[in-house]
T-cell receptor, first 117, second 114 residues
Framework: KQEVTQIPAALSVPEGENLVLNCSFTDSAIYNLQWFRQDPGKGLTSLLLIQSSQREQTSGRLNASLDKSSGRSTLYIAASQPGDSATYLCAVLTRNAGGTSYGKLTFGQGTILTVHP | GAVVSQHPSRVICKSGTSVKIECRSLDFQATTMFWYRQFPKKSLMLMATSNEGSKATYEQGVEKDKFLINHASLTLSTLTVTSAHPEDSSFYIC??????????FGQGTRLTVV
């Protein structure tokens, strides 16, 4: 059974800092790994998706890396801003028990990020 | 990117009544949609997988008679919480796969049962 763990559970930083969020997963047989952002009471916004064959993806100030063999991913946020404050969720897509094509997305618990002005 | 619309965003209902939540893929066809439940300060828990034209696949521990899922078209899946009770109060989120393996999520529905 796939398990996804995110560290730290919460992070509070001053504006401008570079920061790293960590995600680990137990089953390395994944299709892809996706990082999401969730604002309070809202749905999920996809930030970055890394295919299992890729090592990293970048979008603006965000960079996500994937080391499938060790079961780890990191999300790097450069020059953090108060608007980055949100919960960040990592999720991995693995083959479900029936082996059907749609797979199963397993989420970590999330990291609550607060960026102070 | 792909857009998934969920409605309503908030609903309050009386205990014992049923509530329907809609999930629509606005600009693509989704043969498979997913329904999640999220408890306060917790992560998302997959409830069921909704397959267009066939029965939904429920995760272990999820009551299929309690949470009715219908996926009648390639752009619409519905979740009906039947005979709702206060313990069903939660945040429900749907998602749809786009271009194979990318997941896009609706805005979520906050259900409060009083």
């Amino acid at each position: 059974k796939q398990e996804v763990t995110q560290i730290p559970a919460a992070l509070s930083v001053p504006e401008g800092e570079n920061l790293v969020l960590n995600c680990s997963f137990t089953d390395s047989a994944i299709y892809n790994l996706q990082w999401f952002r969730q604002d309070p009471g809202k749905g999920l916004t996809s930030l970055l998706l890394i295919q299992s064959s890729q090592r990293e993806q970048t979008s603006g100030r965000l960079n996500a890396s994937l080391d499938k063999s060790s079961g780890r991913s990191t999300l790097y946020i450069a020059a953090s801003q108060p608007g980055d404050s949100a919960t960040y969720l990592c999720a991995v897509l693995t083959r479900n028990a029936g082996g059907t094509s749609y797979g199963k997305l397993t989420f970590g618990q999330g990291t609550i990020l607060t960026v102070h002005p | 990117g792909a857009v998934v619309s969920q409605h309503p965003s908030r609903v309050i209902c009386k205990s014992g009544t049923s509530v329907k939540i809609e999930c629509r893929s606005l600009d693509f066809q989704a043969t498979t949609m997913f329904w999640y439940r999220q408890f306060p300060k917790k992560s998302l828990m997959l409830m069921a997988t909704s397959n267009e034209g066939s029965k939904a696949t429920y995760e272990q521990g999820v009551e299929k008679d309690k949470f009715l899922i219908n996926h009648a078209s390639l752009t619409l899946s519905t979740l009906t919480v039947t005979s709702a009770h206060p313990e069903d109060s939660s945040f429900y989120i749907c998602s749809a796969r786009y271009q194979g393996l990318s997941a896009f999520f609706g805005q979520g529905t906050r259900l409060t049962v009083v």
